[in-house]
Structure formats: C-alpha cells, structure tokens
C-alpha cells in the first residue's frame, strides 16, 4: 500500500508561529511558543470566538514572520474541533483569503501540510499557509460536559490544549530553515478504546506507531 508521497520540488517552510494560552506557556515548553495569552478567553463574549481570535493572531504573525501580505496568501487551510470547524471559518471570513477547510482532529495540522505542499508542489498555487487550533473550554463543550456545568474530571482525564499554530509553504529557491520533501497519509485503525476520557490510549498508538501488542503500523 502507497502512503507516502514524495514532492518534487524543495517546498520551503517559510515561516510558523504558534499562540497558546496560560496553562501551556507554563509549562515544560513554554519557551518554545511565540505568544502566550494571559487571559484565554481574549476580551471575547465566548470560548469559541476566543479560539477563532487565537487562530487569526497566529495567521496573521506567520505572514508577517514570513514577509507576505495577507492580500498575497493563495491559499488558507485550516481546522479545529468545533462543529462545522466554526474557529476556522470565522478566522478565514476576518482573512478573506480562499480557504479550505479541514476536520482531521489532531491530524488536522498534517493533514494541511500534505494538502498544502501538494498544491504548491503541483503549481497550482505559489503559496500556502495551513493552520489548526483547539481551545480546552471549547473543547469540553464539545465532547464532554460544558465547565458551566462544573462536572467533576477522573484523575485519568486529559486536557485539550489551548493553542493554534501555522506554517507558511511556498516553492522559493532562497535558503529557508526547513523544507518539506514528502507526507505520508495515515490509515484509520480501530483500538477499540471505549473510554472516552482516556485520551492517551487513543492517541499513543498513533505517536508510537506500534500496536499494543508492539506490532509495528
């Protein structure tokens, strides 16, 4: 089976940036992260514009760290985890740029380079710039139970993050600090998780690329 495809040109990574909120800039990686809010609800009436804010500031830093006017972007790719990506979309509406949105959970930022470089690697576009984000509030309230409701969390329960990151693709010859030559497109396999509050042992197979019975994916 082909996954894996190989670009045919030198794409460049021409530019990232990455907005997370309090939690997150506290912790181990903190200093990795190019802004971090001190209030995650951003002057907004709620979480989910909150998040949409986020993604905008993260958009709009990885153009201008890239050196391109947002009215030059060719393409905008982005996902989050809300119903009909609503994040998203509302950034995408403030960016005015074409845009192609993605739901692939946390995948949803590969997912965009694939599809981006594809794009940029075909011709068919001269620049693009893919994005994700998630909000941990957002997030209960999506999937869980809203923290209006103040339901009590089990000890094993993980946290969605509170971040948005972006990274800006073209097919320029000039040095650039990383460059992205080829993807590979994953396969949905079924671990047959039924905790719903066990996020990790859904997510580590995916990491670890290994079955729980160390069969290698």
């Known amino acids: ?41 951003l002057g907004q009436t709620s979480w989910e514009l909150a998040e949409s804010e986020m993604l905008r500031q993260t958009v709009l830093l990885c153009l201008e760290r890239g050196g391109l006017h947002p009215d030059r972007l060719e393409l905008l790719a982005s996902g989050d985890l809300l119903d009909q990506i609503m994040s998203s979309t509302f950034m995408a509406r403030e960016i005015g740029r074409p845009f192609m949105g993605l739901y692939g959970a946390c995948s949803t930022f590969i997912e965009g380079m694939i599809l981006c470089g594809a794009m940029v690697d075909g011709g068919y576009r001269s620049n693009a710039l893919c994005c994700a984000s ?6 209960e309230r999506q999937f869980r139970s809203p923290l209006e409701l103040g339901t009590q969390r089990p000890p094993s329960a993980h ?20 460059r992205l030559t080829c993807g590979t497109i994953g396969r949905v396999i ?11 042992a859904a997510m580590a197979p995916a990491v670890g690329g290994k079955d729980y019975n160390g069969m290698s994916n």
């Open 190 to 200: 079924d671990y047959e998780v039924t905790d719903a509050n066990h996020m990790g």
């Open 1 to 41: 089976m082909k996954q894996t495809i190989r670009f045919n040109r030198r794409l460049a990574l021409r530019s990232r940036a990455s907005v997370v909120g309090p939690k997150e800039g506290k912790g181990p990686l903190g200093w990795c992260f190019d802004r971090v809010l001190e209030d995650d609800l």
């Open 134 to 139: 998630s909000h941990f509030c957002t997030a």
């Open 159 to 178: 946290w969605t993050a509170t971040a948005a990151g972006a990274a800006l693709i073209d097919a320029e010859k000039s040095p650039a600090a990383a």
